[in-house]
C-alpha cells in the first residue's frame, strides 16, 4: 500500500481556512468510560474494480455486543483513517460506539472506515493517482456501487451485516460529506441515514445540483444530519456555508427528515466532533422504526407560485406506490391507451402485444408481431403500431387481431394519431420524422434530430413533441393546418444525470393540464406548459425506462413499461386521449 497519500490530502483540505469561532470540546461520550465493553477494529486493504486498479485501506469495528446469529447495523465513513483513529481524531467513533451502544442508545453496529483509493505509479519516478475527490465529489451512484458491489460483500463473508437499508447509515465530511449524501441519494435501497459535517455541495464536479433535485424529486426515505460552519471555505467552487444553507432550505422544503447544525467554525472538524455523539442519537432515534417517504405538505400563500410544496406532489398521491403488474418480458415498451382505459403495450424481442385491462390484469393481444415497437390508438378504435421488423406502420382490428398496412418503408420507433386520424411517426435510423394523412400518403416534416424517438401531441393537438433520445433536449413544432411541421425549438431540457452524455429520453405523455411526462435515465421527468421541469417520478426499477402513458379506471394510472416489467400509479392527474377530440389545458404561469 502507499503511504497515507490520502492523509496529505485530507489534512490540505481540512486546513484551508482557518478555524474560527467557539472552542468546541468534546464530551464524555468521546472518551473511554469505566465498566464500558470495548469493540475491536482491525485494518485491511482492498484493490477495486469499480475503481480500476486503485488500492486502499480499511478499517472494521466490531462491538463487543456483537452476535453473529444477529444481523448487525452498519455505518460507513469517508476518509476512514480519521474516524476510526481513537487517540488523535476528532471523532473518535469506536469510542463513542462504545459507550453509546453499552447505554443502548444506538444499536448494535458494525463501522466501516474507508480510505480514498490511490492508483499506484507505473514506474518509480511517476506520480500516483490520487482518487479522492473523483470519488467523493462526483454525484453519481459509482461510490454505492462500490460500497454495494465490493466492500459490503466483503465485510460480510466474514461478519453479519443487515441488509435492511433502514439499518445502514453511511457519513463523511467535506468531500465524503457529499459523498454519503450521494450514496443515500442513488441508493435509498442500501442506504437510508445520511451524516455529513462541512459537506461540499459546491460546484467542484457539480454537487451543487443537488439542492435543485431535492426540490424536483419524488422524496425519498432517507434522513439527514448536516453539520457546517459560517467560517467554512468560501472558493472558485462556491460557498461551503451557502451551499449547505441552501441543502437544508431544500431538504426543508420538500419535507425530508433532516437536522441543520449551524456554528462558527471553518473547515475542520471541531465542532463536528464535539456534536458527533448527539448526532449518531438523532441519527438512529426511534430505530428499528422504518425511516418514512417525505409527504410534503401544501404551504398557502399569497405568491402563486409558492400556493403547494413540490409541484410533482399535486399529481403523486402519497401512499400510492408503484405496483408491479407483469414481469418476465424481455424488454417492454410502446404503450397505448383505448377509449375504455385499456393498456396495451409490446415486449420487442419476443414479437408479442400485450394488454392490461383496467383492473391490472394482463393478457396477450397479438403473437408475431414483426418488431412492433409504438403503438397508439387511431378515432376508428383501431390499434396503429410501429412494425419495424418489416419497415411499416400497420393498423390492428382489435376484435380480430387482423392487421392492415398503413405505410411501408419507414423504419419506425414511435407514433401517434390525432382526433383526425392523421399519423406521425419517427424514425431515428434516418433522423426523421413523417407525416401519413388521413388518406394513407406519407410525407417527411422534419430532418436531423439525433435518435427522434417518443413523440406526443400537446391535449389542443396544436404542438408536436419529439424527444431526442442521445441527446438532452424534447424538440417542439407547431402543427400546421396542411399537417406540416413548423418552428422547431428545443423547447424542453432535460436533466442529465452526472456521468450520463444524454439524457435517455424515451416515451412521453400528457395530461389535461398540459404537463408532458418523459421517460429517462433520471425517471419519468415532468414539465410544466412553459417547458420548465417541475418534478422527477423515480424509477420502479433500476432499468431502462422506456415509456409511459395514462390509463387504467378515469386515466388516472401513470403506467411505466420498464424493461422487463411493466407497472402502474394511481395519480391525482388525469391522461388526455390524443385520437379524441382536442383538450384545451389552462393558460401557464409564466
Sequence with gaps: MLRNHWLLLLIVAFSAAAWAGDDYKLTVDSSYQDGVPKGVVSKHSWTSKIFSGTTRDYWIYVPAQYDKEKPACVMVFQDGGGYQDVKGGRWRVPIVFDNLIHKKEMPVMIGIFINPGVLPAAGPKQLARFNRSYEYDNPTDQYARFLIDEILPEVSKTYSLSANPNDR??????????CAFSAAWHRPDAFRRVLSTIGSFTNLRRAHDFPSLIRKNEPKPIRVFLQDGNNDLDIYAGSWWMSNLDMAS?????????????????????????????????LWREHPQPIATPAPKPVEDKVWWSKAHLPLMKILIPGEEWQLLGEGYKFTEGSATDEKGN????????????????NGKVSVFKEESAGANGLKFGPDGKLYACQNGKKQIVAYDIASGAETVIATEIASNDLVVNAKGEIYVTDPDNKKVWYINAQKEKKEVDKGLNF????????????????????????????????????????????????????????????????????SHAGIQMFDQAGRIVGIINKPQREWLANTCFGGPNMEYIYAMCKDKVFRRKTSAKGVLQFKDPVQPPVPRL
Excluded at 447509515?169 to 457529499?178: E, N, W
Excluded at 402543427?479 to 418552428?487: C, F, M, R
Aim: hydrophobic share 35%; aromatic share 12%; proline share 3%.
Design 169 to 178: 447509515a453511511i457519513c463523511g465530511a467535506s468531500s465524503g460529506g457529499i
Design 250 to 282: 431544500a431538504l426543508k422544503y420538500a419535507g425530508y427528515d433532516y437536522k441543520f447544525v449551524e456554528g462558527t467554525g471553518g473547515h475542520d472538524g471541531n465542532q463536528a466532533g464535539a456534536i458527533f455523539p448527539d448526532a449518531i442519537r438523532w
Design 343 to 358: 393498456v396495451y403495450f409490446t415486449d420487442i424481442p419476443n414479437n408479442r402485444i400485450h394488454a392490461i385491462d383496467v
Design 452 to 519: 427522434a424517438n417518443g413523440i406526443i401531441l400537446t391535449p389542443d393537438q396544436g404542438q408536436l413533441m419529439v424527444v431526442d433520445t442521445r441527446g438532452t433536449s424534447v424538440f417542439a413544432y407547431r402543427v400546421e393546418a396542411d399537417g406540416t411541421l413548423g418552428h422547431k425549438q428545443a423547447y424542453f431540457s432535460l436533466f442529465v444525470p452526472e456521468g450520463r452524455n444524454d439524457s435517455g429520453g424515451d416515451g412521453m405523455t400528457v395530461d389535461t393540464n398540459g404537463n408532458l411526462y418523459v421517460t
